[in-house]
């Protein structure tokens, strides 16, 4: 089986190339940015002008896994437009290349819970309303309703990953690396928000255990999943879990006013993943230790 991960150097592509690298069977590529000298099952390519077609034409994948793009809902708002390109024009880019040179390859795109918003009822099921708050939340759900039209008018199998809060090593951004820099240089800082949000935490190896789910199961077909484990946790109660394992000595405090873009509450409805056999490995108390314990070590 021949898989083609996009963003194959970042948070989560990495792990996922690694993972079924791993394994017997398949035979993985990656592509992304950043150059690379060692590997060569790996493509560079241009973020913002990528044309994959010859790509697709020479290997004919199995699947593709879309793990490139934009994370981050503050840097939408300054940068929109460099949101659209990595979120949209390279997802748009990818499905026209797999629909003209490879058109019997499935594809599995990371979409994100922010197209949901602030949630009417919770749990949230992936049928419910879609009402994002920030650039990045559209950007996704853009994507998302481009996969819903090359699977109806070109028949291209497409499972789409509403990821909750990905975290573990190697993150590098988003809320618990917020706080590291933070403790870092403070002993006394503010968050936004009242501490009683709440979202979804989940490590990034539950995330690619999904991913084998989906892909060993060789599904074809259109399907929107959420990624999570169905287990909402407080801002104030990860951060204070984050601190105490970083060894934080200080003091942290609220701000008690949202930023722009950031939801109040989120809980997963997770029945759809959990029927294709998913169970969580990664408890959140031991995800946040080893992702500390890395920190730790990088100093």
């Known amino acids: 089986m021949n898989i083609l991960i996009i963003g194959s150097k970042g948070f989560i592509g990495s792990v996922c190339y690694n993972f079924f690298k791993d394994l017997d069977g398949y035979d993985v590529y990656g592509a992304d940015v950043v150059t690379e000298y060692n590997d060569p099952n790996y493509f560079l390519i241009d973020a913002t002008n990528a044309d994959f077609k010859s790509v697709f ?8 896994v879309n793990c490139a793009g934009a994370a981050s809902v503050p840097d939408s708002f300054i940068r929109p437009e460099k949101d659209y390109l990595l979120n949209v024009n390279l997802t748009v880019a990818l499905l026209n290349a797999i629909r003209e040179e490879n058109n019997d390859c499935k594809f599995l ?28 939340g559209i950007h996704k759900k853009q994507a998302e309703e481009l996969c819903e039209l090359y699977h109806k008018y070109y028949g291209l199998s497409i499972f789409i990953f509403r990821v909750f809060s990905a975290y573990g090593r190697g993150l590098q951004k988003q809320l618990f690396w917020d706080l590291f820099k933070k403790s870092r240089s403070q002993q006394h800082f503010a968050l936004f928000g009242t501490g009683e949000e709440t979202r979804e935490f989940i490590h990034v190896t539950d995330i690619v255990n999904a991913m084998s789910l989906v892909i060993s199961g060789n599904q074809t077909g259109f399907k ?17 879990a984050f601190l105490e394992n970083i060894e934080f000595k200080g003091v942290f405090s609220f701000e008690g ?35 500390c314990k890395w920190l730790k070590e990088r100093g």
């Open 224 to 240: 929107i999943i959420n990624i999570a484990n169905g287990s909402p946790i407080t801002i104030a109660a990860a951060a204070s």
């Open 57 to 64: 034409r020479k290997h004919q994948f199995t699947w593709c």
């Open 257 to 291: 006013v949202n930023r722009s873009g950031d939801p109040l509450y989120w809980q997963a409805d997770t029945s759809l993943l959990k029927s294709l056999g998913y169970q969580q490995q990664i408890s959140f108390e031991d995800g946040i230790k080893d992702y």
């Open 109 to 136: 795109q990371m979409s994100s819970a922010a197209v949901y918003g602030n949630p009417v009822v919770m749990p949230i099921k992936e049928t419910d309303r879609l009402a994002p708050l920030s650039p990045y």
